[in-house]
């Protein structure tokens, strides 16, 4: 038992060669919207989603909450504070309302209940500048993005309330200056008010964000250069972001896709662009990342990453069936099918309550195939059976998990496979012996999967560094 504990103990080490070598990243993203004694907003935790899913895809550890109480909110500061120390880039974004006192400014968890400057400065609300220092003061770079520069909903009580004391209540966020080797990017200037947006949609500084601050190969100031001249154009020059940085290098937030890197000038703790003999693997990486996203502007700025890029034409296709809704053909498919089958969310709990064995799975793998959406017949789901799970409910307009329920299955079994996969000749044959009446005698064996060249390398490559490892202590 003692060598099996140390033989695995050997791979988890050889496994994690290359991923030590990666830039520690830890992300504070929150949304608050549901404010229960003030206006609420629609559109913040929307905008925190979306802003947390594109820090993870270019390797962001991602402390995400949304419409958080203030104790809450400090439960998450503790952990986001505890994962940050140290790291290469600490970045924090909130999107909610924000309130600035005597050139102060402060967070509103939705529970805030402020009737004077007291309750400000004693708890009720969070003090940015306290919290940024003692969360995010030892990483190495640190960004901060705040969506918060909204009317200040407590501004009136607060005023009221303070008849026998001069008191700055001012609208918006005062200014703020960033210390060494930190970026802080406000919605709008200072004093001023910045726009929500369309309702169910991200705001227009956040959607700028996403679109810009992790394309390939640029630099966070330059992406930040980007991200105000989009906001001031899709507000008809209304708001325009302001910003303060001391960063001391050049931060990139996903590597150039390029190959002239090799003399690059030394950079700030981030990801500087590394030296690749090809940018296919970049592009495929980022395409992967938004290919089934439901969302206009993460298509859009894959297109703005790759005008001409290999996945241009599915990237165009997906944003006109985004843009159209469910074709013809698919309110076709639907019909007949139980109303709940759109509106119950599947999840791993729903699917083993079907109660499917390997044949069933293996009967949903090869429906799936059937209606065009390619999948390997295992009879097991793994992440690619979720993928493409994912992929037929979002075509036909069910809640998208990547797990089944029983209305979703059921809908399942009642689609029509016009016929069946011609994946090869081998499949052809299983499709004919399918069909023909079963024989008495034993069914044939299932035919066996082959291992590809990339399983087999990356056997081989565990197995030389295990190996090599372990001889090296025995021969101790």
């Not at 309702?199 to 679109?211: H, K, V, Y």
């Not at 019909?335 to 699917?351: C, N, S, Y």
């Amino acid at each position: 038992m003692r060598y099996l504990t140390l033989l695995a103990s050997l791979m988890c080490m050889a496994l994690s060669i290359s991923a030590a070598k990666a830039d520690r990243r830890v992300a504070f993203v929150v949304g608050n919207g549901s404010y229960k004694n003030v206006a609420q907003l629609p559109n913040p935790p929307i905008d925190a989603k979306a802003m947390a899913a594109t820090l993870r895809n270019v390797g962001f550890e991602v402390i995400e909450g949304s419409n958080l109480s203030r104790d809450q909110m400090t439960e998450k500061l503790l952990d986001f504070g505890r994962k940050a120390q140290g790291s290469d880039i600490a970045l924090f974004y909130y999107a909610g309302h924000g309130i600035a006192v005597s050139g102060t400014n402060y967070l509103l968890p939705v529970d805030a209940d402020i009737k004077s400057e007291m309750d400000v400065k004693l708890g009720a609300a969070i003090n940015i500048d306290l919290t940024l220092e003692q969360t995010m003061g030892d990483a190495k770079v640190k960004l901060v993005f705040l969506d918060a520069c909204r009317d200040n909903p407590f501004a009136a009580k607060i005023k009221s309330n303070s008849a026998t004391r001069s008191v700055n209540v001012q609208s918006g966020l005062a200014e703020m200056k960033s210390g060494e080797g930190t970026l802080i990017a406000f919605a709008t200037g200072p004093g001023q008010t910045a726009l929500d947006g369309q309702e169910g949609n991200n705001s227009p500084f956040t959607r700028a964000l996403i679109d810009n601050i992790t394309k390939p190969g640029v630099e966070i100031q330059q992406a930040m250069t980007s991200v105000r001249a989009q906001v001031n154009e899709e507000t008809r020059k209304s708001q325009l972001p302001w910003g303060h940085t001391n960063l001391t290098g050049s931060v990139y937030l996903n590597q150039a896709p390029t190959t002239q890197v090799a003399n690059a000038a030394p950079t700030a703790s981030g990801v500087v662009p590394a030296a690749t003999g090809s940018s296919d693997g970049v592009e495929l990486e980022y395409w992967r990342s938004v290919k089934e996203s439901n969302k206009p502007e993460e298509l859009n700025a894959y297109l703005s990453a790759y005008p001409n890029g290999q996945f241009k034409a599915l990237a165009l296709a997906r944003l006109a069936a985004i843009k159209s809704g469910p074709s013809t053909a698919t309110r076709t498919l639907n019909a007949g099918v139980d109303p709940a089958t759109f509106t119950d969310e599947a999840t791993q709990l729903t699917e083993d309550q079907i109660g499917l064995d390997k044949t069933q799975r293996r009967d949903v793998q090869r429906r799936l195939t059937g209606l065009g959406f390619d999948v390997k017949q295992t009879g097991v789901f793994g992440e690619e059976t979720r993928t493409v799970l994912k992929r037929w409910q979002a075509a036909r307009g069910y809640p998208s998990s990547g797990y089944l329920n029983k209305y979703q299955h059921r809908a399942l079994l009642s689609e029509v496979i016009a016929a069946p996969p011609v994946a090869s000749d081998n499949s052809q044959k299983a499709a004919r012996r399918a069909s023909a009446p079963p024989p008495s005698s034993a069914p044939a064996p299932a035919p066996q999967r082959s291992s590809s060249p990339g399983d087999a390398a990356g056997a081989a490559f565990v197995g030389g560094v295990v190996g090599g490892m372990m001889g090296g202590m025995f021969r101790r």
